[in-house]
């Protein structure tokens, strides 16, 4: 947390940005993009717009504040040792666990919660999809085969989502809307609108046998990794369906490959992978009523940039008033 | 229509059920369903429930009501001279026209309607799907093909619906929900309440060049027959994405698979052909960015018997009191 109020930083802020080059350039963050959204509520003292391949050392080391996609946490730690606040443009920070570089004087927030409408909508279709057993349509159609196993209706069906952040949670509110039924799984065990029954993790295998479509939307941290072994597809019901949103570690995929090929699951979905692009000879690619995504799940280009510069511009308010800022990442939970 | 409201059969019918053997029993209308049904305003002086394949024509002759699937209409013009009432257990009934074969005291009913909320949710993520473009990612997994496309969300998205009747109506309040913008196409031209702006078929081309996702939802009839050929397929965007869940023949399927082999088109989902099943060595197993579905978008096994049952209910209902019976085919429009 930001520690002074008083501190002029806050209103005349040394401002450096960071971007990688040849990347999308919708998630560009450019200097019209920080005036645009900051100007209401500081004015710059300084404003360096770089690619990460031509750094400005000296900017670096004087600013007060970073705004980048991709962290260089060696380089941030060694140098940039003026930083009270660093804006990641990215969700998921856990590649930059443990959080041992980062000084106790800077708070790190992330993107989290940028991705709403988006995940919510490729939740609910991919929800739907996995309720239509779409994955194994689209495997019998490699084989011209045509099977018609008729569905009931999408609403009651029971959906478990583990993870009910800001992606689970905007997932959950669509799917609620549908009439799903939905159970969720968090590590505070709090209440959401949307959600039937919240739980905590302890009780993730008895709530797996009473799932139909499984929802990973959880951060990627010690305890989650490997979440989804051989034990825990077992558990699930005859047909049931997954996705995956969450991050690529989550899931063993040699026991979801195994579990999609005896016809134990109907189907998986999956959006990330432990390694993107996810390689060409991966077996994957074709394993029977799985459908590959390539990590589009939750990022739409319109507005990206400046919906993550509508954290920053609210920190920096909240800074003024002394309030906790939103998004910061702690440091234990790595999320 | 009914003519007479005193008519004895309508307080003491003579009922004829046929089913087809082998077919999904979700599907047969059994006894009890009929007695569920219809105890409550009629009281059956003969009620006979056979397979087609051991008719009792006998009964046949007598019977005022007919409730079946699929209607022998030979037969039914030859022989079931009494017949005030025809249930078909189908919505359409396209293959039964020309209706010379009907006699002008027979009302014949078709099943429109009990698909709405079946029809809802698929259509719902179909149009999701061809907006993130899951036709073209399925068809780069065939190939280990990893391209990230990012795209931005479906709400604001301009949808056409060609048809704005029972299947149509059900998709566009599930479309307006997730905030597609919905442009409808009827006949009549008559305002729905979620259809932003509804038009009449004259005006059809003029719309197409404005439309992000066409869905097909109208009945197959000679106006309709063909309706999407090369020059309508090119007079979408490029980028666009077609559903079709009206009838395979409303689709000219050689232009579809030229339009998407070129590029024009993003993506298509079939869910109706021509013949079906879909031959084992039908190109449209093959066409890049085409997804094959079974014929399942508007069928839900969980209560179809009952919904069904319920139109005839109320029609007897309707006929005590004289008013017009509800989805009675108009042997003109054939629908």
């Known amino acids: 947390m930001v520690d002074t109020v008083s501190d002029n930083w806050i209103f005349a802020p040394r401002i450096y940005v960071e971007n990688v080059r ?20 500081c004015r710059p003292a300084e404003l360096t717009c770089r690619y990460s391949d031509e750094r400005d050392m000296e900017a670096l080391q004087r600013a007060d504040i970073l705004v980048a996609g991709r962290l260089d946490t060696a380089l941030i730690a060694s140098k940039a040792k003026s930083l009270k ?51 194994a349509i689209a495997t019998k159609q490699r084989h011209h085969t045509w099977t018609r196993q008729l569905r ?21 509110e669509r799917l609620h809307a549908t009439g799903f039924r939905i159970t969720g799984i968090r590590r505070s065990g709090g209440s959401v609108a949307v959600v039937e029954r919240m739980t905590t993790p302890d009780h993730f295998h008895e709530e797996l046998s009473k799932t139909d479509i499984l929802i990973l939307a959880c951060p990627l941290t010690p305890e989650t990794r490997g979440l989804m072994g051989n034990r825990e597809f077992a558990a699930l019901p005859p047909g049931a369906g997954v996705l995956n949103i969450a ?52 990022d739409a280009p319109d ?33």
Chains 1, 2 share one sequence.
């Open 22 to 41: 040849g990347h999308d350039p919708a998630y560009e963050v450019t200097t019209e993009a920080i005036l645009r959204n900051l100007l209401s509520v």
């Open 85 to 135: 606040l660093i804006q990641c443009t990215s969700a998921g920070v856990e590649k930059y666990a443990p959080f041992d570089w980062l000084r106790a004087s800077t708070a790190l927030t992330n993107a989290s919660g940028v991705h709403a409408d988006k995940v919510g909508e490729f939740g609910l279709m991919a929800t739907l999809m996995l309720h239509e057993r779409v994955p």
């Open 152 to 172: 009931g209706l999408a609403a009651g069906r029971r959906v478990l989502i583990y993870g009910v952040g800001a992606l689970g949670g905007a997932v959950a």
């Open 247 to 298: 991050r690529g570690g989550v899931i063993d995929h040699a026991a979801l490959a195994s579990s999609l090929e005896s016809g134990h699951l109907s189907g998986a979905i999956l959006d990330v992978f432990e390694k993107e692009p996810l390689p060409t000879d991966s077996r994957l690619w074709d394993v029977p009523n799985l459908m590959v995504f390539p990590h589009v799940s939750a």
């Open 303 to 335: 507005g990206y940039v400046d919906r993550c510069l509508a954290i920053l511009a609210d920190n920096l308010e909240r800074a003024k008033a002394g309030q906790p800022l939103r998004n910061e990442v702690d440091r234990q939970l790595g999320y």
